[in-house]
């Protein structure tokens, strides 16, 4: 092959491998918009497209919405409006017609193993993406392993499953013997693997990059996984070759098969390709274009509900100033506890920002080897923040940890299983008792493992030395910024962020604070509230001017979203704060956290009532080694609101909303709203998909069943059962009830922001990815004017009253 065909080749490697979305680890698991590599195009487009090669469904079937129609809960007039819109058919007949018709499924893109499948025998599709899959989890093994993988870094992905497969006496039963002797023929660079597999494949230059992609989506968990290594290098400047490796994996794999794949096989397969490409797909676009107008109009119906309750009007001011002011996190679970919070406490106002507080910062502890990211993983870390505590806590933290794992290690070792089983046995009833009736306290999180509740109470989040005090000055003005602060501040400000309390759950951390990295809030609480009390920093902004009260003090929390406890992090005898109010804002605390548990337990289990019997069920929820719904998360996210928190203070939102505080007069130069619409709106924008497309696609955008899942590596992800491709995406226990019923409806995200539209043109088309979701309708971006009143964007520059 010429130079100027491998560059062909490399080229056509890279795009389809940037179609992938990335996974993270399940220690720092973050929800991630499945679609984000196709967010370039439009989104019926990605639809049709997805649906016709891989088979991979991104809309709603249509009997669903007429099923919504039925029911009333759609109307007629909706979809007519979204059809008008979008520039479809208007004629009232013609779409309860289409309602009315069996979906017709495209012709999809077929791979030759499916071909090669028969009736009776194990199946060689399944094989290869099992034979890939306990490669790449024996390879990537992250110390769950008692047997390590001997492989070879220096050598690469594919050149280490070359050395495994040669060594691989899986294949003779399933007849593919021959394939080792080609196998090892084979050159063990990457580069002219790939070459040689596209030639032996010689898919039409029409099919090619399709071919490529459901290749590689047959194997889309790892490939995910493989995307969130290159993710990462890129972040640090450099590269990663492994998802191109697994991508040549794939062709070789399917290359190998071509050998020795019977004749007649051959001969359909490539049939089935030449069909394909030649097959009309004017109905297939024509029907995603119209399964689009059915989601609009859904979301029509749902933006009329928010529009409804949106206050026109500020309520009248009164002259007595704020005692207290309490920062959440957007997420939307914080909603209900903000909104009880005020009701019990008037004097109390809330503010909505990202959990990470506006500093970009990553936090190692004392032992660790590296620093894990504590702020959007769309962003790089900027500050450095360490551990700080005793020595002796320290010490005794390593110890226990030490000893535990010396005995797992010791229980779970060849030479001690058996007897291990035998002799001990009977000594675990106890615990396993323990476990059911949920005795014990929730699994314990990374930070707090080894330690008693004094000993974390020590615990410290301190600066880098290394800052200047006028940059501590600058980071502490950015975050008052943020938080709207900039007159105004009461005596004592709460910092609260977020994480949850569950047991045997493999996915915690996806109920911990996304804007954190998949970490609690803990420490970014920590860290600006030590930020802002600073003495130096305090006297700095004085001097700058700012109406500070010597006396404000700002003070960390934690908000457990599973049993909606806030905790006051640390203990406070400091002389500045006003002990009296912080006992009345503890039980303000404690009031709201009943009245939340009692909203949110019309969810779970609507038959419970009584707040002790709530609170003790959320608590036991937490603990039980059998619940697979703790609590729902963020199920049925729909909207994100940046406004002044008058607009929605008593507005019912039903935990569906990430309300983000912002006052466009406190933003001069727009930094804060620049900030807000380019960091926590992707993340709003990746929960919102990744709940999409797990409900829309669970077989390839979720991970299955809960109950089934094995933890691969240690922390690298699930499979669902014992084999099978890595499970990415949400389970079907986070998004349906017992019942079977959704409990997130499928909607993609509506932004509600106040600020001047030629402002937000300004933002959207300076920010490349921003301007992707928003021109591709991957979200709707909607102003509040300052009357109150609407305005969608449907088009660059092109605002339109709704």
């Given at each position: 092959?010429?130079?100027?065909?491998?560059?062909?080749?490399?080229?056509?490697?890279?795009?389809?491998?940037?179609?992938?979305?990335?996974?993270w680890?399940?220690?720092?698991?973050?929800a991630?918009?499945?679609?984000?590599?196709?967010?370039?195009q439009?989104?019926?487009?990605?639809?049709?497209?997805?649906?016709?090669?891989?088979?991979?469904?991104?809309?709603?079937?249509?009997?669903?919405?007429?099923?919504?129609?039925?029911?009333?809960?759609?109307v007629?007039?909706?979809?007519?409006?979204?059809?008008?819109?979008?520039?479809?058919?208007?004629?009232?007949?013609?779409?309860?017609a289409?309602?009315?018709?069996?979906?017709?499924?495209?012709?999809?893109?077929?791979?030759?193993?499916?071909?090669?499948?028969?009736?009776g025998?194990?199946?060689?599709?399944?094989?290869v993406?099992?034979?890939?899959?306990?490669?790449?989890?024996?390879?990537?093994?992250?110390g769950?392993?008692l047997?390590?993988?001997?492989?070879?870094t220096?050598?690469?992905?594919?050149?280490?499953?070359?050395?495994?497969?040669?060594?691989?006496?899986?294949?003779?039963?399933?007849?593919?013997?021959?394939?080792?002797?080609?196998?090892?023929?084979?050159?063990?660079?990457?580069?002219?693997?790939r070459?040689?597999?596209?030639?032996?494949l010689?898919?039409?230059?029409?099919?090619?990059?399709?071919?490529?992609?459901?290749?590689?989506?047959?194997?889309?968990?790892?490939?995910?996984?493989?995307?969130?290594?290159?993710?990462?290098?890129?972040?640090?400047?450099?590269q990663?070759?492994?998802?191109?490796?697994?991508?040549?994996?794939?062709?070789?794999?399917?290359?190998?098969?071509?050998?020795?794949?019977?004749p007649?096989?051959?001969?359909?397969?490539?049939?089935?390709?030449?069909?394909?490409?030649?097959?009309?797909?004017?109905?297939?676009?024509?029907?995603?274009?119209?399964?689009?107008?059915?989601?609009?109009a859904?979301?029509?119906?749902?933006?009329?509900?928010?529009?409804?309750?949106?206050?026109?009007?500020?309520?009248?001011?009164?002259?007595?100033?704020?005692?207290?002011?309490?920062?959440f996190?957007?997420?939307?679970?914080?909603?209900?506890f903000?909104?009880?919070?005020?009701?019990?406490?008037?004097?109390?106002?809330?503010?909505?920002?990202?959990?990470?507080?506006?500093?970009?910062?990553?936090?190692?502890?004392?032992?660790?080897?590296?620093a894990?990211t504590?702020?959007?993983?769309l962003?790089?870390?900027?500050?450095?923040?360490?551990?700080?505590?005793?020595?002796?806590?320290?010490?005794?933290r390593f110890?226990?940890?030490?000893?535990?794992?010396?005995?797992?290690?010791?229980?779970?070792?060849?030479?001690?299983?058996?007897?291990?089983?035998?002799?001990?046995?009977?000594?675990?009833?106890?615990?396993?008792?323990?476990?059911?009736?949920?005795?014990?306290r929730?699994?314990?999180?990374?930070?707090?493992?080894?330690?008693?509740?004094?000993?974390?109470?020590?615990?410290?989040?301190?600066?880098p030395?290394?800052?200047?005090?006028?940059?501590?000055?600058?980071?502490?003005?950015?975050?008052?910024?943020?938080l709207?602060?900039?007159?105004?501040?009461?005596p004592?400000?709460?910092?609260?962020?977020?994480?949850?309390?569950?047991?045997?759950?493999?996915?915690?951390?996806?109920?911990?604070?996304?804007?954190?990295?998949?970490?609690?809030?803990?420490?970014?609480?920590?860290?600006?509230?030590?930020l802002?009390?600073?003495?130096?920093?305090?006297?700095?902004?004085?001097?700058?001017?700012?109406?500070?009260?010597?006396?404000?003090?700002f003070?960390?929390?934690?908000?457990?979203?599973?049993?909606?406890?806030?905790?006051?992090?640390?203990?406070?005898?400091?002389?500045?704060?006003?002990?009296?109010?912080?006992?009345?804002v503890?039980?303000?605390?404690?009031?709201a956290?009943?009245?939340t548990?009692?909203?949110?337990?019309l969810?779970?289990?609507?038959?419970?009532?009584?707040?002790?019997?709530?609170?003790?069920?959320?608590?036991?929820?937490?603990?039980?080694?059998?619940?697979?719904?703790p609590?729902?998360?963020?199920?049925?996210?729909?909207?994100?609101?940046?406004?002044?928190?008058?607009?929605?203070?008593?507005m019912?939102?039903?935990?569906?909303a990430?309300?983000?505080?912002?006052?466009?007069?406190?933003?001069?130069d727009?930094?804060v709203?620049?900030?807000?619409?380019t960091?926590?709106?992707?993340?709003?924008?990746?929960?919102?998909?990744?709940?999409?497309?797990?409900?829309?696609?669970?077989?390839?955008?979720?991970?299955?069943?809960?109950?089934?899942?094995?933890?691969?590596?240690?922390?690298?992800?699930v499979?669902?059962?014992?084999?099978?491709?890595?499970?990415?995406?949400?389970?079907?226990?986070?998004?349906?009830?017992?019942?079977?019923?959704?409990?997130?409806?499928?909607?993609?995200?509506?932004?509600?922001?106040?600020?001047?539209?030629?402002?937000?043109?300004?933002?959207?088309?300076?920010n490349?990815?921003?301007?992707?979701?928003?021109?591709?309708?991957?979200?709707?971006?909607?102003?509040?004017?300052?009357?109150?009143?609407?305005?969608?964007?449907?088009?660059?520059?092109?605002?339109?009253?709704?």
């Open positions: 092959m010429n130079t100027s065909n491998t560059e062909n080749t490399e080229q056509l490697f890279d795009r389809v491998i940037r179609r992938i979305a990335p996974v680890p399940l220690d720092s698991f973050v991630v918009n499945p679609y984000w590599g196709f967010a370039d439009a989104f019926s487009q990605v639809a049709a497209q997805l649906q016709e090669t891989v088979g991979e469904r991104v809309l709603m079937d249509r009997r669903w919405y007429a099923d919504l129609l039925q029911s009333g809960k759609l007629m007039a909706d979809i007519l409006r979204a059809a008008e819109d979008l520039g479809q058919s208007t004629d009232e007949d013609d779409w309860r289409y309602l009315r018709e069996d979906p017709e499924l495209p012709m999809r893109l077929p791979r030759l193993p499916e071909l090669m499948d028969r009736r025998h194990t199946s060689i599709s399944q094989y993406v099992e034979q890939i899959s306990h490669f790449l989890a024996a390879y990537y093994d992250r769950q392993s047997w390590n993988f001997p492989r070879n220096g050598l690469g992905l594919y050149a280490n499953w070359r050395q495994y497969t040669l060594t691989d006496h899986s294949l003779g039963p399933l007849g593919l013997k021959k394939i080792r002797s080609q196998l090892l023929a084979l050159p063990a660079d990457a580069a002219k693997a070459i040689w597999a596209s030639q032996k010689a898919i039409p230059t029409s099919a090619e990059e399709a071919y490529l992609l459901v290749l590689l989506k047959s194997v889309g968990g790892w490939a995910s996984w493989c995307r969130y290594l290159l993710w990462q290098a890129e972040l640090q400047g450099g990663q070759e492994d998802l191109a490796d697994l991508l040549t994996i794939r062709m070789v794999w399917e290359a190998l098969l071509r050998q020795v794949a019977p007649k096989v051959v001969e359909r397969w490539r049939k089935n390709i030449g069909g394909w490409i030649i097959d009309n797909k004017t109905a297939d676009i024509a029907d995603a274009e119209r399964g689009e107008v059915l989601l609009r859904s979301e029509i119906a749902y933006r009329r509900e928010v529009a409804t309750q949106i206050r026109r009007k500020p309520a009248k001011k009164t002259a007595r100033k704020a005692q207290v002011q309490a920062a996190c957007i997420d939307v679970r914080s909603e209900v903000r909104r009880h919070l005020e009701g019990v406490l008037p004097s109390l106002e809330t503010i909505g920002f990202a959990g990470f507080f506006g500093v970009l910062l990553d936090y190692q502890r004392q032992g660790d080897t590296g894990r504590q702020s959007p993983v962003l790089n870390p900027s500050v450095h923040v360490q551990e700080a505590a005793p020595e002796a806590v320290i010490q005794n110890r226990r940890l030490r000893r535990g794992a010396a005995w797992k290690l010791f229980k779970l070792s060849a030479s001690s299983c058996f007897s291990f089983v035998e002799t001990a046995g009977l000594s675990y009833v106890g615990k396993l008792l323990a476990d059911s009736l949920g005795w014990h929730a699994s314990v999180p990374p930070d707090e493992a080894g330690l008693n509740a004094a000993e974390r109470a020590s615990l410290q989040c301190i600066l030395a290394s800052l200047t005090l006028q940059e501590r000055t600058a980071m502490a003005e950015f975050i008052l910024n943020g709207g602060l900039n007159k105004g501040i009461a004592i400000v709460l910092l609260v962020g977020h994480g949850s309390s569950t047991t045997n759950n493999p996915h915690r951390a996806g109920l911990d604070c996304g804007a954190c990295a998949g970490q609690t809030g803990e420490v970014n609480a920590k860290a600006a509230a030590g802002l009390n600073d003495v130096e920093v305090r006297e700095a902004l004085l001097q700058k001017g700012w109406d500070l009260d010597p006396g404000a003090c003070v960390p929390a934690l908000h457990d979203t599973t049993t909606d406890r806030v905790e006051i992090l640390g203990e406070w005898s400091n002389s500045r704060l006003d002990n009296k109010l912080l006992n009345e503890r039980g303000a605390l404690d009031k956290a009943n009245l548990r009692l909203e949110r337990m969810r779970l289990e609507t038959d419970l009532q009584d707040q002790d019997v709530v609170a003790k069920n959320m608590d036991f929820r937490g603990r039980d080694w059998s619940q697979v719904r609590e729902w998360a963020l199920a049925g996210n729909a909207a994100f609101i940046a406004a002044p928190r008058w607009r929605t203070r008593e019912n939102l039903g935990g569906r990430f309300l983000h505080d912002y006052d466009a007069a406190k933003d001069p727009f930094a709203l620049t900030l807000i619409m960091a926590p709106l992707i993340v709003a924008n990746w929960i919102n998909m990744q709940y999409y497309g797990s409900i829309v696609d669970n077989q390839r955008q979720g991970c299955g069943n809960k109950v089934l899942h094995n933890v691969v590596g240690g922390t690298i992800g499979l669902e059962g014992n084999g099978g491709d890595l499970r990415i995406g949400l389970s079907e226990q986070s998004l349906r009830d017992s019942g079977g019923g959704l409990q997130h409806e499928p909607l993609r995200l509506s932004a509600f922001i106040e600020a001047q539209t030629e402002v937000m043109d300004r933002i959207i088309a300076n490349i990815i921003l301007g992707q979701l928003v021109n591709n309708r991957w979200l709707t971006i909607v102003q509040i004017a300052p009357d109150g009143s609407l305005l969608e964007r449907r088009e660059k520059n092109r605002w339109v009253l709704i």
